[in-house]
């Protein structure tokens, strides 16, 4: 099993739709869960983080996270075109600390 | 500088050659990352330098991959021998060392390719 599992994708939906991205992770203990968006050739960016359970919302976007569970996912409100690329899941270790777990990501690909 | 710089951008290689590769981090901080990319998967982590306490080299994948970091700055990743499945977007990654908060602020890369 993967310490951080994401669907490949590619998940489509259409300019103006909710986009929903899901990650689960193995290690119990993680405290610091973080979503960075990679466009194509370029390197991830940070676009959100959460250490609590619940909702934290920024601008369209929302990250949710239930560690019952073991699970955190994004939200992506009004999709826009630019949103296209990959969303990168990366999860903290047990204890906090800075060395993060990196799924695989997903595509996203938003349609006119 | 503005963000983190790595250098060079692309570097072609031939089989057995060994490779440096360059990563100056954001001025101030002090924890530096480096990590693997193949091609559509993720970031596999190689290793870690944390301030002054010994680096976690958990992630590197073999006794060819080494990396130093010289007064607690700019990093060199050193691959010997290298072999084609070494061919891989190389990032480099630094933040500072706090529990709470530890936004990685990531570099263009450098792209390997092994012939």
């Known amino acids: 099993q993967k310490e951080v599992e994401q669907n490949s994708g590619p998940l489509s939906v259409p300019e103006g739709a909710i986009a929903s991205l899901n990650c689960t992770y193995s290690?119990?203990?993680?405290?610091?869960f973080f979503w960075y968006r990679q466009y194509s050739g370029k390197s991830p960016e940070l676009i959100m983080f959460?250490?609590?359970?619940g909702d934290k919302e920024d601008g369209r976007f929302t990250a949710q996270l239930n560690k019952a569970s073991q699970y955190v996912s994004l939200l992506i409100r009004d999709s826009q075109p630019s949103d296209s690329a990959t969303y990168l899941c990366a999860v903290g270790p047990t204890g906090g600390g800075n060395k993060l777990t990196f799924g695989t990501g997903t595509q996203l690909k938003v349609e006119l | 500088g503005a963000g983190v710089s790595q250098s060079p951008s692309n570097k072609v290689t031939e089989k057995g050659k060994d490779v440096e590769l360059r990563c100056d981090p954001i001025s101030g901080h002090t924890a530096l990352y480096w990590y693997r990319q193949s091609l559509g998967q993720g970031l596999e982590f190689l290793i870690y330098f944390q301030g002054n306490s010994a680096p976690d080299k958990s992630g590197l994948p073999s006794d060819r991959f080494s990396a130093e970091r010289t007064g607690g700055s700019v990093s060199t990743l050193t691959i010997q021998r290298t072999q084609q499945e070494d061919s891989a977007v190389y990032l480099c990654?630094?933040?500072?060392?706090?529990?709470?908060?530890?936004?990685?602020?990531f570099g263009p890369g450098t792209r390997l390719t092994v012939l």
């Open positions: 290690d119990r203990g993680s405290q610091s």
């Open positions: 959460i250490y609590s359970n």
């Open positions: 990654a630094s933040s500072y060392l706090d529990y709470s908060y530890n936004e990685q602020f």
